[in-house]
């Protein structure tokens, strides 16, 4: 059985969302965020919570954090790679590999739903002082400027810039290729 909810949002974010929902399932999104929040409002309801609850509660609010922090990674590699020269944008993008297993493919030549058993891993093959080095702005930049102060995790952030950046170039990767008219 499903109950029926109507979220209402501002004009702007309903016109940003118009432009690209046909790209994910906005009710998933829609359920995984109210799930999150109703858990941790749950948990925050209870006068005098177990340790078991308020670690419950804790990972809750971590994961939100890391996924905020992933998600403006990801709009920060969408944006730079949209910035970035040919040569450095293919130097990020041949630095990234599948990892399938216990084996690594070039992020280029293999589709990740092949990869037998579970999904693949993005593998990085350098850091991001040498990201810096190739593309100077990262190094500048004042990281994940929408996320509160003090609440960063870096691995998530860098993890959805990598994101961001490789789904520009898979986006563009076909009208560069010599091929193409």
């Not at 293999?110 to 810096?132: M, R, T």
């Not at 500048?140 to 995790?153: M, S, Y």
Request: net charge negative.
């Amino acid at each position: 059985m499903v109950q029926r909810v109507t979220v209402t949002i501002p004009d702007e974010l309903g016109e940003r969302l118009n432009a690209v929902k046909d790209r994910f399932n906005v009710s998933r999104v829609c359920q995984e965020a109210l799930a999150s929040e109703v858990s941790r409002q749950e948990l925050l309801m209870k006068e005098n919570p177990t340790t078991k609850e308020v670690i419950k509660r804790l990972k809750v609010e971590k994961d939100r954090l890391y996924k905020d922090c992933e998600n403006e990674g990801f709009k920060e590699g969408y944006k730079d790679a949209k910035q970035m020269s040919y040569p450095v944008l293919r130097h990020f993008v041949d630095n990234i590999s599948w990892k399938c297993g216990s084996r690594r493919y070039p992020v280029l030549s293999l589709d990740p739903k092949s990869c037998p058993g579970k999904d693949p891993i993005l593998y990085i093959e350098f850091d991001l002082e040498d990201a810096g080095d190739a593309f100077p702005a990262l190094k500048k930049r004042d990281l994940a400027p929408n996320i509160q102060p003090g609440l960063f995790d870096a691995d998530s952030y860098y993890k959805g810039w990598w994101h961001g950046v490789l789904k520009f170039w898979l986006e563009v990767e076909d009208e560069l290729s010599p091929w193409a008219e």
